[in-house]
């Protein structure tokens, strides 16, 4: 069972940016693996914010955040990464990372990590 694990969350001031990292808990390689991380802000649904394939050569960024954010991915080191820029306060939410075989935008992906919490003030 792939365990999923991210960090780099926390408090940041607006316009500021963070590193999310997303990880294995239990020591599997990622590199067979899509990886896509999501947000969810209270009261409010789940989204998909960004998506790279296994080999890194395919990223995809939901409007969201595009032109803010860079994903990519070190397999040797079996992680993931999302770096966030000119954060916005409606960026504050619970990031989560799912992985799955195979890439693709729907929301039903198989492994997810517990997530990790961004919060921006002003």
């Known amino acids: 069972q792939l365990q999923l694990v991210e960090s780099g969350g926390g408090l940041v001031q607006l316009g500021g940016s963070l590193r999310l990292s997303c990880t294995t808990a239990?020591?599997?390689?990622?590199?067979?693996?899509?990886i896509n991380w999501f947000r969810q802000a209270p009261g409010k649904e789940r989204e998909g914010v960004s998506c790279i394939s296994a080999r890194g050569t395919l990223i995809k960024y939901e409007d969201s955040m595009a032109g803010r954010a860079i994903m990519s991915r070190d397999n040797a080191k079996r992680t993931v990464y999302l770096q966030m820029n000119n954060l916005k306060l409606e960026d504050t939410a619970v990031y989560y990372c799912a992985a799955d075989r195979n890439l693709h935008t729907s929301d039903l992906w198989p492994y997810w990590g517990q997530g990790t919490q961004v919060t921006v003030s002003s």
């Open positions: 239990s020591g599997e390689t990622l590199s067979s693996y899509a």
